[in-house]
């Protein structure tokens, strides 16, 4: 079975800084990898994917995120964060075949101050 | 290009009670799941509909059940409400059950309150 694991339930950082969430896998198997972003009282929104191609996905807004197979991680980034990407960040797997319902991480909570 | 959409936006009511709530679609989708979202929780999956029939479901009691219609729309219902089933229910379509890399697209969500 797949999973992931968000190492920070929280995160605050300032307008105009770095951004980094963080996120491990667990799966037997090369995994599909998400980031769902979820705005309060909005539903979820694919910020990028990782499928196996290359190791370092830009998505929308800014974010990227890097696949470490060594360090089996898939940490989100953002060189510059704004007030609107205050948001709930999920880490998503995929299974699959039969098994390809999405498994998702418990969240990070991203806070960005003036 | 419509995305998904779900119905209602809210619902409250009371222990006991059954419940229906609706998805439609992205254009183009075939495949429907269900995840229910506890209050500062990630979605947890409920199962995935595709030709009409369960395909996957995940660690839910057989109170909750669902189907799919020919348009590829679908319905989760729930009977004999609890407490504990108060959440944001989202929906999510996607091009075929078993394809690793499609996207799956999330609607707004429907929010059930059981009081």
């Not at chain 1, 807004?61 to 898939?74: Q, R, Y």
């Amino acid at each position: 079975a797949q999973s992931v694991t968000q190492l920070d339930s929280h995160v605050s950082v300032s307008e105009g800084t770095p951004v980094l969430l963080r996120c491990n896998y667990s799966s037997s198997y090369s995994p599909s990898l998400f980031w769902y972003v979820q705005h309060p009282n909005k539903g979820l929104q694919l910020l990028l994917k990782y499928t196996s191609a290359a190791t370092l996905v830009k998505g929308i807004n800014g974010f990227e995120a890097e696949f470490k197979k060594s360090e089996t991680s898939f940490h989100l980034t953002k060189p510059s964060a704004h007030m609107s990407d205050a948001a709930e960040y999920f880490c998503v797997v995929r299974g699959t075949g039969t098994a390809s319902k999405l498994t998702f991480g418990t969240g990070t909570r991203l806070q960005v101050t003036l | 290009d419509a995305g998904v959409t779900q119905s209602p936006t809210h619902l409250i009511k009371t222990r006991g009670q059954q419940v229906t709530l609706r998805c439609s679609p992205k254009s183009g989708h075939d495949t429907v799941s269900w995840y229910q979202q506890a209050l500062g929780q990630g979605p947890q999956f409920i199962f995935q509909y595709y030709e009409e029939e369960e395909r996957q479901r995940g660690n839910f009691p057989d109170r909750f059940s669902g189907h799919q219609f020919p348009n590829y729309s679908s319905e989760l219902n729930v009977n004999a409400l609890l407490l504990g089933d108060s959440a944001l229910y989202l929906c999510a379509s996607s091009l075929g059950p078993d394809t690793s890399t499609d996207t799956q697209y999330f609607g707004p969500g429907t929010r059930l309150t059981v009081l």
